[in-house]
């Protein structure tokens, strides 16, 4: 995920892997041993969406932070596919 948003140039304060972001983020970790995304605001995470896999955890991940790119820079993200 690093090396995706990277390549498109999206702002490391713009998501979070793993943890919990340094202001009001879009993330995805692993949850109680199952794959999530959520939102990190304060120090806690809030709208928890639970996965079967990776890949689809990063589908939604990709899609929250691709609003927030459009919103501030004016151009989306490319989606990602699952294979």
Do not use: H, T
């Not at 490391?12 to 995304?37: C, H, K, P, T």
């Amino acid at each position: 995920m690093k090396l995706f948003f990277q390549k498109y140039n999206v702002p490391d304060d713009f998501y979070v892997i793993d943890g919990l972001g340094s202001g009001e983020v879009d993330g995805i970790g692993m949850i109680n041993g199952r794959w999530a995304s959520y939102y990190s605001e304060r120090g806690q995470k809030s709208d928890i969406q639970y996965f079967d896999s990776e890949e689809e955890a990063c589908v939604a991940l990709v899609a929250e932070v691709s609003s927030r790119v459009e919103e501030e820079f004016g151009k989306a993200l490319p989606k990602l596919i699952k294979s």
